[in-house]
């Protein structure tokens, strides 16, 4: 099984970052083989709106995104990770998101190789685990909706400050669990 992790927080090392790892690590721990992109040090445009991807089933667009969409149709699990700014996810996380439309067919079938089993893990600031509860719903659906087969979601409150997470040792023996489960 190979699982793709893709985190989309400006800061490096920080609290999702660890996050994403930790949900790695417990399925790489059951033999994934896992691998890790950082989309806020990657060269992701935003959506053009030409809908080429619809006629030619890839996006025209020459960036890192293409090596992602490999990337996402070799790996038969995906976590994606971000930040909760302003009620959503990182402005890097949602460039990545529109850029999803690729594999969405014309008539709204998927183009994705299989199914591909998803986790969807956030940090927040605010302590309150039920503050982005819609959001996260809609994130879910959103992606039901783009034919990924969602699996969790797992969200980390009060992590403010880089090292926060490394407080929760349950959350984070929670994601490692996770992460197990993926390729069990």
Request: glycine share 8%; proline share 3%.
């Amino acid at each position: 099984m190979k699982i793709l992790g893709l985190e989309g927080g400006p800061r490096k090392d920080g609290n999702t970052e660890k996050l994403v790892h930790a949900i790695l690590d417990g399925a790489a721990e059951h033999g994934a083989e896992k691998s890790f992109f950082k989309l806020a040090d990657m060269d992701i445009s935003g959506c053009k709106s030409c809908y080429t991807c619809k006629t030619k089933g890839r996006c025209v667009i020459e960036d890192d995104m293409q090596a992602l969409y490999d990337e996402i149709q070799a790996s038969d699990a995906i976590v994606l990770g971000s930040p909760v700014y302003m009620w959503q996810v990182t402005a890097q996380t949602k460039l990545f998101m529109d850029r999803l439309i690729a594999f969405i067919a014309p008539d709204f079938s998927t183009r994705l190789n299989g199914p591909k089993k998803l986790i969807l893990a956030y940090t927040q600031g605010n302590p309150d685990e039920k503050s982005f509860q819609t959001y996260f719903e809609y994130m879910e659906k959103l992606f039901a909706f783009l034919h990924f087969d969602v699996k969790a979601t797992l969200a980390a409150t009060g992590t403010r400050d880089k090292n926060d997470i490394l407080g929760q040792a349950d959350l984070l023996d929670t994601a490692r669990t996770i992460g197990a489960d993926l390729v069990g």
